[in-house]
């Protein structure tokens, strides 16, 4: 797998995050993120997991290599998010607090940082 192969992936996958978590979010998937069990988390998930299923497929990644990858992303991103909403919960920040975007940028890093593994797991 080649470098210029590699930045494709992760372009990809950047914009299917961008479309993921700022396009398709609805009111259910932001509500009482402190829960761990929360199907809003859960289908939010479902479509990162799903994007990045397709991402992979279209880019010739084997099936159950993509089913594999995409599944422990939907797994990750859970408790990423499930992290975040804990300590936003508790800190009880909002978009007007300095903390609130410290969070939200350790959140979309963790996340980015994420794709990175992903495709050295798909090399």
């Not at 998937?29 to 998930?45: K, Y």
């Not at 919960?89 to 980015?112: C, I, K, M, N």
């Amino acid at each position: 797998m080649d470098l210029l192969f590699v930045l494709i992936l992760i372009g990809l996958l950047q914009i299917k995050h961008m479309f993921a978590d700022f396009y398709l979010q609805t009111p259910i998937m932001l509500i009482n993120r402190a829960a761990f069990v929360h199907p809003g988390r859960a289908l939010h998930c479902a479509i990162h997991g799903f994007g990045s299923f397709v991402v992979f497929l279209a880019l010739g990644i084997p099936l159950g290599l993509a089913f594999a990858v995409g599944f422990a992303e939907c797994v990750v991103h859970y408790t990423i998010d499930f992290g975040k909403g804990v300590w936003s919960e508790r800190a009880g920040h909002t978009p007007a607090d300095a903390s609130y975007w410290r969070a939200f940028g350790v959140d979309q890093t963790l996340h980015h940082l994420t794709y990175i593994a992903m495709a050295l797991a798909v090399m």
